[in-house]
């Protein structure tokens, strides 16, 4: 009898330690799930180092080397709200009616029927197993309440500010009674980069980094520059000595051919324009300035990934930085995004992840929009049904889907851009057109949507324009310019109260 109970013994624990092994590799499994760093460069251009620009940018440069660059990457609508709102509820601006700037916790809201019941990237993301934190400016404004586990929310404005404002006065020739005050202005301030903003934000992200977590995570980081104003300290300004600064290609006629509707939405007096850059001698110092800035981010940018590569999950973190459109240095005129040009449409988009390859570019034109799903399949995660951008990652390993990448950008309601490999495509909201061969006009200066030569091509890009053009959404509203007032008055508005004149307001 002892020895009967002696083998039920050893036999239970055999298969208690049996269960044990094999729970194991599930609960392995489990802690293995990527983690994912989600960084956003507020109106970041493609002028850094990695993709052949001016700007020194050591870290992002060290991050494209840890991936894959996308060097012709578009925005879905050349303003940060629109584009933010977009890429974070994986919807085009044409399907949500968000063409202007929309408070954060109106995105979601009943009276908007695509995006009452819309699942933002950072909560699909905690409802599969996820711990989420955010910081600075993820969505407009930082993000809608209760969508992170952890906020640290978003300090106000763009900061810090000096006394008075340096060069540019915010309203230039504009009539106020019309259109908005700009932050625009630029040269050397603070004194130290421990007094920006952005600079608190990578340390609340440090911290982070240190902590245990039982779940992975998903981390947001917002870097509010390079949006204006264009204030770093001295130092920054230092790595761009002015005799150096090269100015963007600029045709002084090059608007003449341009439809009436582009040249209302490019009716921007509030901003410094490049003629009178050019009179007034500032042009070298407001890219110099714009230069400063990214190498500021740049800087910012190598202290998270310091901190990512010295913790335990530097060998299991997906890493993706992008911008929210691009930004115009005296391209067509003026200094500003606002525009449905190349140089105000393109961004970089740069992906890290354990299983993609190094140091790898793509040329092909990819979306910004398709940023959640690529994310979600990185992270094994089920596909989300209400995406309309397509997942990077076959592209990124396998190079499919190169021949026919394009990029849709979106501008007010109806007005819409296409860039295919070498071609753009734009087309207003009454029938007016742009066309562009980028292989012997990269500037953009001559419009060719007339020339015979190009009418099959154009043809065929009009077929990728969206077949939905929802009316603007009662929350958003743009009023920095007179154009997209009327627009939405025009029409979408049956209770139409005038919204006030945003800008900034010191």
Request: a neutral charge.
């Amino acid at each position: 009898m002892k020895y009967n109970k002696l083998i039920f013994l050893v036999v239970a624990l055999l298969l208690i330690s049996s269960c044990k092994e094999k729970e194991k590799p599930i609960e392995k499994n489990e802690q293995s799930k990527p983690n994912v760093l989600f960084i956003a460069v507020d109106d970041l251009n493609t002028m850094i180092g990695s993709f052949d620009g001016p700007a020194k940018t050591p870290n992002i440069d060290r991050l494209a080397s840890m991936g894959v660059s996308f060097t012709d990457a578009h925005c879905q609508a050349p303003l940060c709200g629109p584009s933010r709102a977009s890429l974070m509820t994986g919807l085009r601006p044409s399907t949500t009616g968000i063409y202007g700037m929309t408070p954060d916790n109106e995105i979601r809201r009943e009276g908007n029927s695509t995006t009452k019941d819309i699942t933002f990237l950072q909560e699909y993301f905690e409802n599969n197993g996820y711990h989420t934190m955010g910081i600075g400016k993820l969505f407009h404004i930082h993000a809608p309440d209760s969508t992170f586990n952890e906020s640290g929310g978003r300090v106000k404005g763009f900061g810090p500010y000096p006394e008075k404002r340096f060069v540019w006065d915010g309203f230039g020739t504009a009539n106020r009674k019309k259109y908005g005050r700009t932050s625009t202005d630029w040269g050397a301030f603070p004194e130290y980069d421990t007094l920006m903003p952005d600079h608190k934000s990578v340390d609340w992200v440090i911290d982070r980094l240190h902590k245990k977590y039982e779940k992975p995570f998903f981390m947001g980081l917002g870097f509010l520059r390079v949006h204006v104003p264009l204030y770093v300290p001295q130092k920054w300004f230092d790595l761009y000595p002015i005799e150096n600064i090269k100015t963007p290609p600029y045709k002084v006629d090059d608007l003449e051919d341009i439809p009436p509707v582009g040249l209302q939405i490019n009716d921007l007096p509030m901003m410094p324009t490049t003629e009178w850059a050019k009179e007034s001698g500032e042009w070298k110092k407001i890219v110099q300035a714009y230069l400063a800035c990214i190498s500021y981010v740049d800087n910012e940018l190598g202290r998270v990934l310091d901190a990512l590569e010295n913790s335990e999950y530097g060998n299991n973190t997906i890493i993706v930085l992008w911008s929210d459109h691009g930004y115009r240095l005296g391209e067509k005129g003026t200094f500003a995004k606002h525009a449905l040009w190349e140089t105000a449409t393109r961004a970089p988009l740069i992906f890290s992840a354990p299983n993609l390859p190094k140091g790898k570019k793509i040329d092909a034109p990819v979306e910004m929009l398709s940023i959640y799903p690529t994310l979600l399949e990185l992270s094994g995660l089920p596909k989300y049904s209400k995406n309309e951008g397509i997942s990077l990652v076959n592209m990124m390993k396998n190079n499919e889907g190169l021949e026919d990448a394009h990029a849709i950008t979106t501008f007010g309601m109806n007005n819409h851009t296409i860039k295919t490999n070498g071609y753009r495509y734009i087309r207003y909201e009454d029938g007016t057109e742009e066309f562009y061969d980028h292989s012997t006009d990269p500037n953009e200066w001559t419009n060719q949507a007339k020339n015979s030569k190009y009418k099959s091509q154009i043809a065929s890009m009009k077929e990728k324009l969206p077949k939905i053009n929802s009316n603007w959404d009662e929350s958003s509203s743009y009023s920095f310019q007179p154009y997209y007032v009327e627009q939405k008055q025009r029409t979408s508005s049956t209770n139409y109260n005038p919204p006030k004149i945003i800008g900034a307001d010191r």
